[in-house]
């Protein structure tokens, strides 16, 4: 069986979602305390080049790949991210991780509205409505900040999606949260569809902070994920805790060809029993 | 160590399965390269472990070759395997270059001269030559390509346990000392 039928049966069987993901960069203009990556100003860039992310979108495409999620640290600080967005959609169908404070800059928007008939989604990081709740754990200022250029976009159609980070213990709170998060998003003119709650994992500086919940690996979504320090089993994996990286979920240090750290990954979900696995969307870790 | 070796607490997944409670430092900083340490192992297990060539005679190998290359890690840590394996102490002195070479008879005493001859700092191929006919008088060409790729892997890993550091283990530097080789 070649690889790309290899990971193609995997994606059928729900055991990856064929999202290929790029960590752009670690640096951040926030510092929030649960990043996985404790990125802050401070954090070193430690960049993906736009080069390598490129040949490795379009290597994708050809191993069975069917979309893209760009993250970070904050992936609009890299001067010709928007760009890249433009060029990758081309290819494959992508989603930005953002914090959303860069988004009202011209040269963003002006790269985001030549992508609104290619499938380019940004996903803005927005923990509640009401902004004193929101800046508990993401910043003083950062709510106000990362709703700034939103409107103009939405207006302009581009497809915006809202991520909230879930910091509660209980589902019933989950959900009068979303009933909240729903209310607010139509507010804005946006679908509440596309609001997704993540659960909170306990790797980054969420651990040093001891917040949100302690996950064992199989029961991460098995995405790959390249970084500037190598490729990861999840976009969970490759997180910082006090400038050093863990390790565990690395698969290899070569990135490109992608077919070599698709073949870590395949082998890793190979040899796992796929009962013990639960796919990371039934879990809230997505 | 001038790099940080992995431990069974942050080993990266692909390599998990060589780590245990008691994984030392060359594989720990090789697994820094998951990739590469998953390819160097069943390398390094093939020339290491058991094969055609006996364990007396690679032990005999490395260990001469890691005195003349001047790599702590490996002469400390082969002195003891090279003792487990029942080389004397006698033959141990001799492959540390502290007792005469005749210690070794007939085809050990040639591949003792080849491996002079191939571990040496700068390597005279008029000298390998000799040894080399010589060694061949008394053994197998199949034998012959296993001991020189062996003294080729361990020279390797040689100089990577310098550049590293690699540090021995407690329990070897307690036995060197116990038997007075520190």
Not at chain 1, 16 to 37: F, I, M, P, Q, V
Not at chain 1, 258 to 285: Q, W, Y
Not at chain 2, 81 to 108: I, N, P, R
Request: proline share 5%.
């Amino acid at each position: 069986m070649t690889i790309v039928a290899e990971y193609n049966s995997l994606i059928e069987a729900g055991q990856s979602s064929g999202r290929l993901w790029l960590y752009s960069n670690y640096h951040c203009n926030l510092s929030c305390r649960y990043c996985l990556t404790s990125s802050s100003p401070q954090s070193p860039v430690r960049g993906l080049s736009k080069e390598q992310m490129l040949e490795a979108v379009k290597q994708a495409r050809n191993l069975g790949f069917t979309s893209v999620g760009i993250t970070g640290g904050e992936p609009f600080l890299m001067s010709w991210m928007p760009e890249l967005i433009h060029d990758i959609a081309q290819t494959l169908p992508v989603i930005v991780l953002t914090n959303g404070t860069m988004l009202k800059r011209k040269e963003v928007r002006s790269h985001l509205l030549k992508c609104v008939d290619l499938p380019v989604q940004i996903q803005v990081s927005i923990d509640d409505p009401d902004p004193t709740i929101n800046d508990i754990n993401r910043g003083e200022g950062s709510f106000h900040r990362a709703l700034a250029g939103i409107p103009w976009l939405v207006e302009r159609g581009v497809s915006i999606r809202i991520s909230s980070t879930r910091i509660f213990k209980d589902s019933a709170t989950h959900e009068q949260h979303d009933a909240k998060m729903n209310l607010w998003m139509k507010h804005l003119g946006l679908n509440p569809n596309d609001h997704v709650g993540r659960t909170m994992v306990q790797r980054g500086q969420a651990a040093v902070n001891n917040l949100g919940a302690s996950v064992e690996w199989e029961m991460l979504p098995a995405d790959l994920t390249l970084t500037r320090m190598g490729a990861f089993y999840s976009p969970f994996g490759p997180t910082y805790i006090e400038g050093k990286l863990q390790t565990d979920m690395l698969l290899s240090r070569t990135i490109l060809p992608l077919e070599i750290p698709l073949r870590h990954l395949v082998t890793c979900l190979n040899s796992m029993d796929s009962s013990v696995r639960t796919p990371g969307a039934k879990t809230g870790f997505v | 160590m001038k790099i940080q070796p992995m431990t069974l607490e942050n080993a990266p997944l692909s390599v998990r399965s060589y780590f245990s409670d008691s994984t030392g430092p060359l594989v720990g900083t090789l697994a820094q390269v998951p990739e590469l340490l998953q390819r160097t192992m069943p390398f390094l297990g093939q020339q290491f472990g058991q094969s055609a060539l006996s364990m007396r005679h690679k032990e005999m190998i490395i260990l001469g070759v890691s005195v003349l290359q001047g790599c702590i890690y490996c002469t400390q840590t082969h002195t003891v395997l090279a003792h487990q394996e029942g080389l004397s102490l006698g033959e141990l002195q001799a492959l540390h270059g502290k007792m005469d070479s005749t210690v070794f008879l007939g085809k050990e005493s040639v591949l003792w001269s080849y491996v002079l001859a191939m571990g040496a700092d700068v390597v005279d191929s008029n000298r390998v030559s000799l040894a080399m006919d010589r060694l061949k008088e008394e053994w197998l060409d199949f034998e012959i390509v296993e001991i020189t790729m062996l003294i080729g892997t361990t020279i390797m890993l040689n100089r990577y346990c310098i550049a590293l550091e690699i540090p021995t283990s407690e329990s070897h530097l307690v036995w060197l000392q116990e038997q007075g080789w520190s």
